[in-house]
């Protein structure tokens, strides 16, 4: 497929689904996406409502983590629109906090946690950086709030992944964003982390913020999220997660790749 093909493409996509709550958090409409000949994202719809838990489901390759970095403007999109809370997303940037898949960040950097946290303080802190004692109480209240207050002061590449994990999700805590995009943060993480983080999440919700997640793990979609966006190239279905994630949505998401046991295991759970 050629890119002005793919273009045309998308045309007809924002043309189909055009319907979208103009103040949502956060709404994409028509987002084409290609690296190269082949689109990761194909003229892909979606709006995420106020006050949301969202899981962004899909297999591997299927462009989850290319959406959200398209949304933020980290990379080019051939065609789509963008808004956050009815703004376009450049204006909006400081609503957002987002924390990347685990893997796609150099760790190496020697930067203590505690400065990490305080990189989510900017707006607070402005152009000149001028830390205060409130500043540092507020990156330790983050810290503490993912677990992590007791290695405020450890290098970051010193830290196991999971606890970068956390450390990122408080520099997110700490920018006081109203939506949150998070790309798989439940990824090599142990059980006790998870609750740690879900919880954290959760509050979030609680205080009327808007938390899109990219997940992985089926089997607690319905436990965690009250949205799910199926994605694989295309949306195959968005919605509140009691009728968008259904065996039928799955099939098509996954195809072959997820085995009917599996999704029998997962219906059973749905129940
Ligand atoms: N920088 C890049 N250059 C070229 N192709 C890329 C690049 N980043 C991703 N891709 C390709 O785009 C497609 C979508 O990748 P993406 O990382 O968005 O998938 P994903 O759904 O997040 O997968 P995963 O579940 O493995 O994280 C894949 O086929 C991937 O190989
Ligand atoms: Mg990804």
């Not at 979606?46 to 969202?54: Q, V």
């Not at 789509?80 to 703004?87: L, R, T």
């Not at 039928?248 to 759970?269: F, H, V």
Request: aromatic share 6%.
């Amino acid at each position: 497929m050629t890119a002005a093909s793919l273009e045309l493409a998308a045309e007809g996509g924002r043309t189909l689904h055009s319907a979208i709550d103009a103040d949502s958090p956060l709404s994409i409409q028509g987002m084409t996406v290609s690296y190269g000949e082949k689109p990761a994202v194909f003229s892909v719809d979606a709006a995420f409502p106020r006050e949301s838990m969202a899981a962004i489901i899909g297999p591997n390759g299927a462009g989850k983590s290319t959406l959200l970095k398209a949304v933020l403007g980290i990379i080019p999109t051939l065609s789509g629109k963008v808004s956050v809370f009815g703004e376009p997303v450049e204006k909006a940037r400081r609503r957002i906090a987002y924390v990347p898949q685990r893997a796609s960040v150099d760790w190496d950097f020697p930067t203590r946690v505690i400065d990490v946290v305080m990189m989510g303080l900017y707006r607070e802190l402005g152009l000149l950086h001028f830390e205060t004692r409130r500043h540092r109480d507020m990156a330790c209240d983050c810290l503490e709030r993912v677990g992590m207050a007791n290695f405020a002061h450890r290098q970051i590449g010193q830290l196991s992944g999971g606890q970068q994990q956390r450390v990122f999700l408080a520099r997110a805590l700490a920018q006081d964003a109203d939506l949150y995009l998070l790309d798989e943060p439940f990824a090599g993480v142990d059980a006790t982390t998870e609750k740690a983080i879900i919880h954290v999440l959760k509050g979030l919700k609680e205080e009327n913020r808007t938390v899109v997640c990219v997940h992985h793990d089926l089997a607690t979609v319905t436990e965690y999220f009250d949205r799910v966006l199926l994605i694989n190239v295309r949306k195959v279905a968005d919605g509140p997660v009691d009728t968008t994630f259904t065996a039928e949505n799955l099939q098509t998401t996954y195809g072959g790749r997820l085995a009917t046991a599996q999704i029998d295991q997962l219906q059973l759970s749905l129940a």
